[in-house]
């Protein structure tokens, strides 16, 4: 059986989150999906100037993960740019350092540390999950993956 996926931290979401080449036909534009916890990386490697260490520790996960991660984004981005594609920011795996969630049937709050804790509870199995913040003005990114 296959280790269930860790969420990555990310405190940073972006307002905007599509990026389009200037002057290229919608017909004939092609995408390139950047996942949140890729532009994080970034933003705390690069924006940030933190080093790889940090970066890894801030985000919940190994250094060797954070280097594939930042490695990918890196990737997609310079691929978008040389060959005039769109950049759509969306998905992943990773959670908010501001959303805990909420079951109804055993009636706890539990911070997300796997991909499958936004759909099934890991104290009692229950799928009657949400974003405890969710009425109080929580983003969408809470529910998102890829």
């Not at 940073?12 to 004939?28: E, I, M, S």
């Not at 790889?52 to 991660?69: G, V």
């Not at 992943?92 to 079951?103: A, E, I, R």
């Not at 936004?118 to 009425?135: A, D, E, L, R, Y």
């Amino acid at each position: 059986m296959a280790r269930p996926i860790k969420c990555r931290k990310v405190e940073f979401f972006p307002k905007d989150t599509y990026f389009v080449p200037l002057g290229k036909p919608k017909c004939k534009l092609e995408e390139v999906v950047l996942k949140i916890e890729e532009l994080e990386a970034m933003r705390l490697k690069d924006i940030e100037g933190l080093k790889q260490e940090d970066c890894a520790e801030k985000m919940q996960i190994s250094r060797q993960t954070f280097q594939n991660i930042i490695d990918d984004a890196r990737k997609k981005v310079a691929i978008a740019l040389s060959e005039g594609k769109a950049i759509n920011i969306n998905g992943g795996n990773y959670t908010s350092y501001h959303c805990v969630f909420y079951c109804s049937d055993c009636d706890t709050t539990y911070p997300i540390q796997f991909e499958q804790d936004k759909t099934i509870c890991p104290n009692c199995g229950s799928q009657k999950v949400n974003c405890s913040k969710k009425t109080n003005g929580c983003k969408k990114w809470c529910q998102e993956s890829e």
